[in-house]
């Protein structure tokens, strides 16, 4: 599967398989991750991800991706980068 410069959401990317596979993709070259988790330690794993590939790449969200809204404001999200993707990673599967 290519993944280089493709968008990926992770979800449950604050710890386990979900951030496991958001580093793997980084290092893989692609080119924006939505790294979604209910907790704040969110924040640390998308700045560990960007720490390991030297660029700012992962962009984390803070919700419950069961609440409707908060989906909305992730999807409404105004980086360029995002919502041109190819890969969506629920708890690390991929869906193309």
């Not at 710890?15 to 991750?33: D, H, T, W, Y």
């Not at 640390?44 to 803070?62: G, L, T």
């Amino acid at each position: 599967m290519e993944i280089k410069d493709r968008v990926a959401l992770v979800t449950g990317g604050a710890s386990g398989i979900g951030r496991a596979v958001s580093f793997e993709l980084a290092k893989r070259g692609v080119k924006a991750i939505a790294m979604v988790d209910i907790t704040p330690d969110i924040e640390i794993a998308a700045e560990q991800v960007n720490s390991e590939v030297d660029a700012k790449i992962a962009i984390p969200f803070q919700g419950d991706v069961t609440d409707e809204k908060f989906r909305e404001e992730v999807y409404r999200h105004d980086d360029k980068r995002l919502w041109h993707g190819q890969y969506l990673c629920p708890r690390g599967r991929y869906y193309t």
